[in-house]
């Protein structure tokens, strides 16, 4: 083996084992030894995305589009990478490049469509799902998943209930059960939102039953934990402690903070949320960290912990870093950041109100709606 290919095999493997730390060392050794390795800029690009170091990631792989211009993979990963740093313009941009090079590139579809919405086209991001949709089998799964995400994020869980049933079924026939576990923990978050507790636990059973992977467990044991069946969802955040790498321990640690806060343990869950930001620093962290100040009455302190999320929003687009939409998560940042503005005696709290509320159009069912309505009317 070469010194260029163990850097290449040393730096893949740590990419795989999730220590992106390892892989960036190799990588770096790579491209300062043969800096016309494209694939080198474009591995270091993805361990410092691990990492969540997007301004960093997006700047190694503009150096690998710059060396190969027509790589499709490189130039979409490049705008993946411009939209988790939340610069949805140049995302689009980088993306309409993509399609120049290949119109079925479905992932390119996708970027453009969240990215559009982080930017508040919301009209423009259901024509592109909808081009996406009409691509294909995978583009149309693709597809369904961002047009629940869409509506879950305008306050419609109804709406996305419909899409999600009629989308997992063809998903199992397809015999697709990661995409299918994916769009059952939708349904019973889109569920649980609705009012319907009792199928909201039954659907997220039926998505740990066909996936146990990090992206499914955590998400399922916050429906368990919203449905008052904490113990259930202790039981998942045990499962993700025992693994290695940091977001499945950063994972159980914010189940743990979740369900102190839950049982008004604040002071706790705030202890615990900050182990699990040093583990690993996660959005949904941040976004954890910023309600649990709030509701401690550390307003300036959730004030500082909120801006960081809205600045960081990029990141809600796909909180998992896979590139499944879920930017659903993000309003709520404008609601907590109103309750922090409201507690500094801040006239921008009722801008945030506001803000959060033109999204929420439809949120009559949603609990925070009806509180931001109420805090609106009386500031």
Sequence with gaps: MSEREQYR???GYFLVVREPHKAIEQFDLLVKKFPADSAGYANLALGYFYTRDMQRALSEGRRAVEISPKNVIQRNNLGLYAMYAGDFEAAIKESRAVLELNPTFAKAHLCTALSQLGLGQADQAVQTYQRLAALDARGASIATTGLADFALYQGRPADAITILQQSVEKDLAAKDSESAAGKLVALAEAQLLHGERTQAVATADRAVALSRGDVI??????????????????????????????????????????????????????????????????????VDLGRAYVEAGAFTEAHAQLEMCRERRGEATAVFLDDVPSFHLFPPVLYYLGRAH???????????????????????????VADARRRLASL
């Design 217 to 286: 467990l955590f998400p399922t044991a916050r429906v368990y934990l919203g449905a008052e069946q904490e113990s259930k969802a202790l039981t998942l955040a045990s499962e993700l402690a025992t693994r290695l790498g940091p977001d499945p321990q950063a994972y159980a640690a914010l189940l743990r903070g979740e369900a102190q806060l839950k049982r008004g343990k604040t002071r706790e869950a705030i202890t615990t949320f900050e182990g699990a930001q040093r583990t690993a620093n996660t959005w949904l962290g941040c």
């Design 342 to 368: 409201e507690g500094l005696k801040s006239p921008d709290a009722a801008e945030a109100y506001k803000t959060f509320l033109a999204i929420k159009q439809n949120g009559d069912g949603d609990p925070l």
């Design 9 to 11: 095999t040393e730096g």
